[in-house]
Nanobody, 134 residues
Framework: QVQLVESGGGLVQAGGSLRLSCAASGRTFASSARGWFRQAPGKEREFVAALDWSSDRTYYKDSVKSRFTIYRDNARNTVYLQMNNLRSEDTAVYYC???????????????????????????WGQGTQVTVSE
C-alpha cells in the first residue's frame, strides 16, 4: 500500500517562505500526476498545484502562480511545494495526493472530487498546517 507523508508546514509571517514535502513509501504505483490541495477553515478543499508525472508539466491555481513551485526528486520519491511570498489567505491545511486517473487535471481542478462512477486509484497524505500571520 502506498503512503504519502507530508511535512514542512508551520507558522510564518506574511512575505515569508515554506517548503512542503510529500514523500511516498510502500508499494509503488504508476502515478499520472501528484499535487497539492488545501482547505481553509469553513471552506471547501481547493486545488493548489499539480505535476504531470510523465512530462513534468506543472499546473497552478491562479492566485499562487509566480509564488509557488511544485517539483519532484525522483531519487527520494518526493514531491515538493516551494511557497514564497506567503499571504494570510494561504493559511490552510495542505494535502498532497497522487492519482492514476488519466483525466487527472480535471480531478485536481475539481478539488479532488469526481463522479461516483470514476475509476481511479487516489492516495492522500494526512495534511500539514500552514499558518501565515500578518
Amino acid at each position: 500500500q502506498v503512503q504519502l507523508v507530508e511535512s514542512g508546514g508551520g507558522l510564518v509571517q506574511a512575505g515569508g517562505s515554506l517548503r512542503l514535502s510529500c514523500a511516498a513509501s510502500g508499494r509503488t504505483f504508476a502515478s499520472s500526476a501528484r499535487g497539492w490541495f488545501r482547505q481553509a477553515p469553513g471552506k471547501e478543499r481547493e486545488f493548489v498545484a499539480a505535476l504531470d508525472w510523465s512530462s513534468d508539466r506543472t499546473y497552478y491555481k491562479d492566485s499562487v502562480k509566480s509564488r509557488f513551485t511544485i517539483y519532484r526528486d525522483n531519487a527520494r520519491n518526493t514531491v515538493y511545494l516551494q511557497m514564497n511570498n506567503l499571504r494570510s489567505e494561504d493559511t490552510a491545511v495542505y494535502y498532497c495526493a497522487a492519482t492514476d486517473d488519466l483525466a487527472w487535471l480535471r480531478w485536481f481542478q475539481a478539488g479532488g472530487t469526481g463522479a461516483s462512477n470514476r475509476k481511479a486509484a487516489d492516495t492522500w497524505g494526512q495534511g500539514t498546517q500552514v499558518t501565515v500571520s500578518e
